[in-house]
């Protein structure tokens, strides 16, 4: 095994063992040693987030085993995040995603956001209770291929569609999906405030966004 | 035959033998009065009402609360001062949080906790000694007062806290941005130590509740499983709900657990728990235990069903058509009592809808019945 391969191994060993210690050891060896942060990120870091999330998808691994994955590897990649710069990483999809004003609920957020990370995706979550003028300027600004809203009560449940209401006011509802979630949200509900996909689950939800950048990449 | 109270349905019910009819309820604290809501309760909707049997006391811990513009609008910052420090929860609190749902609309019914208890490290060992130094006096007027507004036309639970883990997690700590599980892998050891010391503390309060008045014990579980992994169940909650039902259970009462999330998941591990009301439980498409598996999964449990708020958004007839799927899901109709809602306030049109059907459900219930309800409303 050569030396860049050893220390590519520790790194996703840290990872798949969701061991702080190690990956912070495993990345800060690996800079040091001069492996390039691109390969660490590519053939070591997300290809252990895809095991993780596939384990996820299985039923192996729950949301804890999901979470604290996410959280490591962000550990590591705050170490190795700045010898990126200047590397030329190809951008991801970019994904915007927020519960709506109102509510607070963020487990099925969290699970998109992260599932979506590991499948390569930029993903930029603004949280929980966010105003619809912060989700479209948000837009505006990054211009995602999806925007993921969710939200838990029905009650803040038509913030959503407002949210939509106000991305066509803007004239940008044209340029990109929109798939809400929420464990209330249902096929129906999606269609009537004109959102092109709604789940309850996170799994599904992740497998349309996917779908979509396919489609896309076909075309 | 003498027709049963509605308080003799939910009784009869819970106790697993057969009412004359399919007790359906309102929660007091969701429910409007008016003309519609006397409607259905003289057409045979019962009521529940929580209240609590206790009342919390803490030595050397000073409470303060601070209202600070700067923080945010309604933020109140509450702060615990100990000998071992202090910790403190920003809570933010709408117009009407707190007050009686008459007085306010259906939201924010607690404020939102936007910082939390716990965050850093350090706050474990001083939410430990304020739990340590926490203790609890019976107070039996609520649940007295209650069952005598109450009478006959419903029962009376006596409200518990969350067991020590949910609390931990869901309130403590909270579940944003994956901070539980990020703590429970860095600080695994404060959090079974506060774990520990919270069980032990939480026995005085079951025994209070197990004494009380009240025909039923309630905990706030708020179980949701995809929150709570089945390991997490596994290790955490169901010692705890043994205990609490062993001790429940020996002053001969009942215990509730809200159960109101996704429960597929951990629905072989609940049933081996000794919980006897697993109440509201929320089919699909909000849950996804559907009713027939949940009866089926959980043969020495009743369940209280709150009936699902996502269908009330899609209209009257949506409401009428899943509640007779929901009735043919629970033939012959027993172990089950039905809530009109567990989450919001109900409109008066879908108050009456539901009761126009449920009125009509005799027991045991069959599917010539539903058929025949369902031309009669035709």
């Given at each position: 095994?050569t030396?860049?391969?050893?220390?590519?191994?520790?790194?996703?060993?840290?990872?798949?063992?969701?061991?702080?210690d190690?990956?912070?050891?495993?990345a800060?060896e690996?800079?040091?040693?001069?492996?390039?942060p691109?390969?660490?990120?590519?053939?070591?870091?997300?290809?252990?987030?895809?095991v993780?999330?596939?384990?996820?998808?299985?039923?192996?691994?729950?949301?804890?085993?999901?979470?604290?994955?996410?959280?490591?590897m962000?550990?590591g990649?705050?170490?190795?995040g700045?010898?990126?710069?200047?590397?030329?990483?190809?951008?991801?999809h970019?994904f915007?995603?927020?519960?709506?004003?109102?509510?607070?609920?963020?487990?099925?957020k969290n699970?998109?956001?992260?599932?979506?990370s590991?499948?390569?995706?930029?993903?930029?979550?603004?949280?929980?209770?966010?105003p619809?003028?912060?989700?479209?300027?948000?837009v505006?600004?990054?211009?995602?291929?999806?925007?993921g809203?969710?939200?838990?009560?029905t009650?803040?449940?038509?913030?959503?569609?407002?949210?939509?209401?106000?991305?066509?006011?803007?004239?940008?509802?044209?340029?990109l999906k929109?798939i809400i979630?929420?464990?209330?949200?249902?096929?129906?509900?999606?269609?009537e405030?004109?959102?092109?996909?709604?789940?309850?689950?996170?799994?599904?939800?992740?497998?349309?966004c996917?779908q979509?950048v396919s489609a896309?990449?076909g075309? | 035959?003498?027709?049963?109270?509605?308080?003799?349905?939910?009784?009869?019910a819970t106790?697993?033998?057969r009412?004359d009819?399919?007790?359906?309820?309102?929660w007091?604290?969701?429910?409007?009065?008016?003309w519609a809501?006397r409607?259905?309760?003289n057409?045979?909707?019962?009521?529940?009402?929580?209240r609590?049997s206790?009342?919390?006391?803490?030595?050397?811990v000073?409470v303060?609360?601070?209202?600070?513009p700067?923080?945010g609008?309604?933020?109140?910052?509450?702060t615990?001062?100990?000998?071992?420090?202090a910790?403190y929860v920003?809570?933010?609190r709408?117009?009407g949080?707190g007050?009686?749902?008459a007085?306010?609309?259906?939201?924010d019914?607690?404020?939102w906790?936007v910082?939390r208890?716990?965050?850093e490290?350090?706050d474990?060992?001083?939410?430990?000694?304020?739990?340590e130094?926490?203790?609890?006096?019976?107070?039996?007027?609520?649940?007295?007062?209650a069952?005598?507004?109450?009478?006959?036309?419903?029962?009376?639970l006596?409200?518990?806290?969350?067991?020590?883990?949910?609390?931990i997690?869901?309130?403590?700590?909270?579940s944003?941005?994956g901070?539980?599980?990020?703590?429970?892998?860095?600080y695994?050891?404060?959090?079974?130590a506060?774990?520990?010391?919270?069980s032990?503390?939480?026995?005085a309060?079951?025994?209070i509740?197990?004494?009380?008045?009240?025909?039923?014990?309630?905990i706030?579980e708020?179980?949701?499983?995809?929150?709570v992994s089945?390991p997490?169940f596994e290790k955490?909650?169901?010692?705890?709900?043994?205990?609490?039902?062993?001790?429940?259970?020996?002053?001969?009462?009942?215990?509730?657990?809200?159960m109101d999330?996704?429960l597929?998941?951990?629905?072989?591990?609940?049933?081996?728990?000794?919980?006897?009301i697993i109440?509201?439980?929320?089919?699909?498409?909000?849950g996804?235990l559907?009713?027939?598996?949940a009866?089926?999964v959980?043969?020495?449990k009743?369940?209280?069903?709150?009936?699902?708020g996502?269908?009330?958004?899609?209209?009257?007839?949506?409401?009428k058509?899943?509640?007779?799927?929901l009735?043919?899901?629970?033939?012959?109709?027993?172990?089950?009592?039905?809530?009109?809602?567990?989450?919001?306030?109900?409109?008066?049109?879908h108050?009456?809808t539901?009761?126009?059907?449920?009125?009509?459900?005799d027991?045991?219930?069959?599917?010539?019945k539903?058929?025949?309800?369902?031309?009669?409303?035709?």
């Amino acid at each position: 095994m050569t030396d860049e391969a050893r220390y590519l191994k520790a790194l996703k060993e840290a990872l798949l063992e969701m061991d702080y210690d190690k990956m912070k050891k495993a990345a800060e060896e690996a800079m040091a040693a001069g492996i390039d942060p691109l390969k660490a990120v590519t053939e070591a870091l997300s290809p252990a987030m895809v095991v993780i999330g596939e384990k996820f998808q299985s039923g192996e691994y729950y949301l804890p085993e999901l979470i604290v994955a996410g959280d490591v590897m962000k550990e590591g990649m705050e170490i190795i995040g700045p010898y990126l710069r200047g590397k030329g990483r190809e951008p991801g999809h970019k994904f915007v995603i927020a519960t709506v004003e109102g509510d607070n609920h963020d487990i099925g957020k969290n699970i998109v956001g992260t599932l979506l990370s590991a499948r390569g995706f930029d993903v930029i979550d603004l949280g929980v209770n966010v105003p619809v003028q912060k989700i479209v300027e948000t837009v505006q600004e990054h211009r995602p291929e999806i925007l993921g809203l969710s939200a838990l009560l029905t009650v803040t449940m038509p913030k959503m569609g407002e949210t939509i209401q106000t991305l066509k006011a803007a004239g940008l509802r044209d340029q990109l999906k929109v798939i809400i979630g929420g464990s209330s949200v249902t096929p129906e509900f999606a269609r009537e405030i004109g959102a092109d996909h709604g789940s309850t689950d996170a799994v599904d939800g992740v497998e349309k966004c996917m779908q979509w950048v396919s489609a896309a990449k076909g075309r | 035959m003498v027709a049963m109270t509605r308080r003799e349905r939910i009784l009869a019910a819970t106790r697993k033998e057969r009412a004359d009819r399919l007790p359906f309820i309102h929660w007091w604290r969701h429910m409007q009065t008016g003309w519609a809501e006397r409607e259905c309760r003289n057409r045979g909707m019962g009521l529940a009402w929580a209240r609590p049997s206790h009342v919390a006391r803490m030595r050397n811990v000073v409470v303060t609360e601070e209202k600070d513009p700067s923080r945010g609008p309604g933020i109140v910052r509450i702060t615990y001062s100990t000998p071992k420090g202090a910790v403190y929860v920003d809570e933010k609190r709408e117009p009407g949080t707190g007050e009686w749902h008459a007085n306010r609309s259906w939201m924010d019914v607690t404020p939102w906790h936007v910082k939390r208890l716990i965050r850093e490290p350090q706050d474990y060992e001083i939410v430990q000694y304020i739990v340590e130094n926490t203790e609890y006096v019976p107070d039996y007027f609520p649940i007295e007062q209650a069952k005598d507004w109450v009478g006959d036309e419903g029962v009376v639970l006596a409200v518990l806290p969350k067991t020590p883990m949910a609390r931990i997690m869901i309130e403590w700590i909270g579940s944003e941005e994956g901070r539980f599980y990020i703590h429970h892998k860095k600080y695994r050891d404060r959090i079974d130590a506060l774990y520990q010391v919270l069980s032990q503390n939480m026995e005085a309060l079951y025994e209070i509740a197990g004494k009380s008045p009240a025909d039923y014990v309630w905990i706030g579980e708020n179980l949701e499983g995809l929150l709570v992994s089945p390991p997490l169940f596994e290790k955490y909650f169901i010692p705890e709900y043994e205990k609490c039902c062993r001790i429940i259970h020996g002053h001969g009462k009942k215990v509730a657990f809200h159960m109101d999330g996704r429960l597929n998941i951990l629905k072989h591990l609940i049933a081996q728990t000794p919980i006897d009301i697993i109440e509201a439980l929320h089919p699909p498409p909000m849950g996804d235990l559907p009713m027939d598996e949940a009866l089926r999964v959980w043969r020495d449990k009743v369940i209280w069903v709150g009936f699902p708020g996502a269908i009330y958004s899609l209209g009257t007839e949506a409401v009428k058509e899943y509640t007779f799927n929901l009735l043919r899901a629970a033939i012959p109709g027993e172990r089950l009592v039905i809530a009109m809602s567990t989450e919001n306030l109900v409109s008066n049109e879908h108050l009456i809808t539901l009761t126009s059907i449920l009125e009509k459900v005799d027991l045991p219930l069959t599917e010539e019945k539903i058929d025949n309800i369902r031309k009669a409303l035709t």
